[in-house]
């Protein structure tokens, strides 16, 4: 019964993805990465959080608790319901400057705001290189949760199946099938978590199980170099959100400014789950459920609560909150090669290429989520190091501040060779996050060899926008039409 309805889950949503066809305008690059600027808030509300609802929140977020408690819950929805009002600000801007410059990923957007093909090149291989272990996690999880719940017992049919419909998806519509599938998923996890938490209340106070937090709390000596790395991190990683390649990857899909503005607002109602996921850690912990490590929380406690054909709809909420990030992440990862990489492609030419380097990145991803998990776990670790040290450019560009390119590279190159030198090597750092290191002294290369200046004039006509970016204070349109 239980494979019945994770099959069903499936095939509905591959239907989900070819209605989204049906929207889709000229079927060229700019409509398949960014839906030609076309969705409202609703979408860009579902698509914009994807990374906190997906494979992660059925494994790592339950795992945590119920290793660490209340603990590692203050530290992941502090930084989480920080990141909210920093991204309230900041990602309509950011909008802004990918319509300015007719952009679509975000080495588009400062190759044409600084006029630097290097800076361009430093910036994709900076995210290509610290999103690679992000598909990885997506299957390591998906085949942890499916084979936990008995679904599939084979690994590599599984991750071979997951990887056909992720290209399915981005083969029929691009972005558009991400965001329709993605609401769909949205929808099922909260029918998920609620079903479970209703079973779950049936047989416990809440109130006890809550308690079993409070005591572990009481029970634990937290020092200050613990706080400090927790207070740092949540500062790094708040910041870094808003700028993470997903989010930016969806917000370039915004009819407007105004339409990310209000998704943002609303942003923080995603958070109403975590409290529940919170319930199940401790439901697991105070049954003494047998799990062979804490990330089977989730997975031990549906077993023990839902019958068979609940389990299967579980088991297909999982494995879309696994794909949509998946999709999403190929998507960015096609786009940076064929765009930004491979130099003189005609655009006509970069969605096939596209999805070449796609089918190339799932089978990567595949095989090292079999081979190096270890390696895996280390980059993943570091995901937020590389891409947080791309604000200093986005903050800039905002701005309009003048700024040699060369010291932009070289402030994104330090950075992140510090803070994955630090982390690696198990330097003390008093606790300091090690990414945030590198983000003072990239910004720190940048402020001090960039030769940051204002620029003498930015002169605004009816759809064109001039700023100034040559060495010579020449100036250059941004712009010259109000549409992608």
Not at 164 to 172: E, L, N, R, S
Not at 289 to 298: C, E, G, I, K
Not at 336 to 365: D, H
Request: charged share 10%; proline share 5%.
């Amino acid at each position: 019964m239980a494979i019945i309805f994770f099959i069903l889950i499936l095939t509905a949503s591959i239907i989900v993805a070819i209605i989204s066809k049906r929207r889709a305008g000229a079927q060229n690059i700019k409509d398949y990465l960014t839906a030609s600027r076309s969705f409202g808030s609703v979408f860009i509300f579902f698509l914009g959080i994807g990374e906190t609802y997906s494979i992660g929140m059925m494994t790592a977020f339950p795992g945590g608790i119920y290793h660490s408690g209340y603990p590692f819950a203050s530290w992941f929805l502090s930084y989480v319901l920080l990141a909210y009002p920093v991204g309230y600000f900041l990602t309509p801007r950011i909008w802004q400057l990918a319509r300015n410059t007719n952009a679509a990923t975000v080495p588009d957007i400062f190759r044409k705001v600084f006029n630097s093909r290097a800076l361009e090149i430093t910036v994709a291989f900076n995210i290509i290189f610290f999103m690679i272990p992000w598909a990885t996690i997506q299957f390591s999880g998906l085949t942890l949760v499916l084979s936990g719940l008995n679904i599939v017992s084979s690994r590599w049919l599984l991750m071979l199946t997951a990887g056909g419909i992720v290209f399915m998806y981005i083969a029929i519509s691009g972005i558009r099938a991400s965001a329709y599938v993605s609401v769909m998923k949205d929808l099922l996890v909260l029918f998920i978590i609620g079903t479970i938490v209703m079973a779950l209340l049936k047989t416990d106070n809440p109130a006890t199980l809550f308690q079993i937090g409070t005591d572990e709390l009481h029970n634990t000596a937290i020092t200050g170099r613990q706080e400090s790395f927790a207070m740092s991190t949540m500062f790094f990683q708040a910041i870094g959100m808003p700028i993470f390649p997903l989010t930016c990857a969806y917000l370039m899909t915004a009819r407007s400014a105004r339409t990310v503005m209000r998704a943002q607002i609303f942003m923080p109602l995603y958070m109403v789950v975590f409290p529940f996921m919170m319930l199940i850690a401790f439901y697991a912990k105070y049954h003494h459920l047998t799990l062979s490590s804490p990330n089977d929380a989730f997975i031990e406690t549906v077993k023990t609560l839902l019958p068979p054909a609940m389990i299967g709809v579980v088991a297909g909420g999982a494995a879309l909150s696994a794909l949509v990030v998946l999709s999403g992440t190929c998507l960015v990862i096609g786009s940076l090669v064929a765009r930004n990489l491979v130099p003189g492609l005609p655009e006509k030419r970069q969605k096939t290429a596209s999805q070449m380097v796609i089918m190339l990145y799932i089978v990567v991803s595949m095989v090292l989520a079999t081979m190096v998990p270890t390696l895996v776990a280390h980059l993943y670790n570091m995901t937020y190091f590389g891409v947080t040290q791309l604000l200093p450019c986005f903050l800039l560009a905002i701005l309009s501040i003048r700024v040699r390119p060369r010291a932009l590279c070289a402030g994104i190159i330090l950075g992140d060779a510090l803070g994955c030198g630090l982390y690696l090597s198990g330097v003390d750092t008093l606790g300091i996050n090690p990414g945030l290191i590198g983000l003072v002294v990239n910004t720190a290369i940048v402020f001090l060899a960039g030769n940051c200046q204002r620029p003498q004039k930015v002169q605004h006509h009816a759809e064109q926008e001039y700023i100034v970016v040559e060495e010579n204070w020449t100036e250059r349109p941004l712009s010259t039409s109000s549409g992608s």
